[in-house]
């Protein structure tokens, strides 16, 4: 079964800075459009951004546009997401999936529509 890895989460301060990164392993991200999502005890997953599989096309929620950018490494087969100036709000478990058919487009990058679940990787935004 593919799952997908997250990684680079941490403990920071407000206004800091983190990048996460998804791997995987066994498995080609080339030709998926890969999602980050997050869930924040007692909420649902949300959709944080994605990008398209050629990378061409990025996506964001308004809350983190203009902090957040994702970015993708097809010759690494990863992707990332830089997270600058965050915020306590932005504390949650992050997680990366790639969409359930090749070459499909973001679109509103809704939870169901995403496969490969990892067992993400916390981000803690505290003073």
């Known amino acids: 079964q593919v799952q997908l890895v997250e990684s680079g989460g941490g403990l920071v301060q407000p206004g800091s800075s983190l990048r996460l990164s998804c791997a995987a392993s066994g498995f080609s991200l080339d030709g998926y459009a890969i999602g980050w999502f997050r869930q924040a005890p007692g909420k649902e997953r949300e959709g944080v951004s994605c990008?398209?599989?050629?990378?061409?096309?990025?996506f964001y929620r308004d809350s983190v546009k203009g902090r957040f950018t994702i970015s993708r490494d097809n010759a690494k087969n990863m992707v990332y997401l830089q997270m600058n100036i965050l915020k306590p709000e932005d504390t949650a478990v992050y997680y990366c999936?790639?969409?359930?058919?090749?070459?499909?487009?973001?679109?509103?990058?809704?939870?169901?529509?995403?496969?490969?679940w990892g067992q993400g990787t916390q981000v803690t935004v505290s003073s």
């Open positions: 990008i398209s599989s050629d990378g061409a096309d990025t």
């Open positions: 999936a790639h969409l359930n058919t090749p070459l499909g487009s973001c679109g509103d990058y809704d939870v169901p529509d995403f496969r490969s």
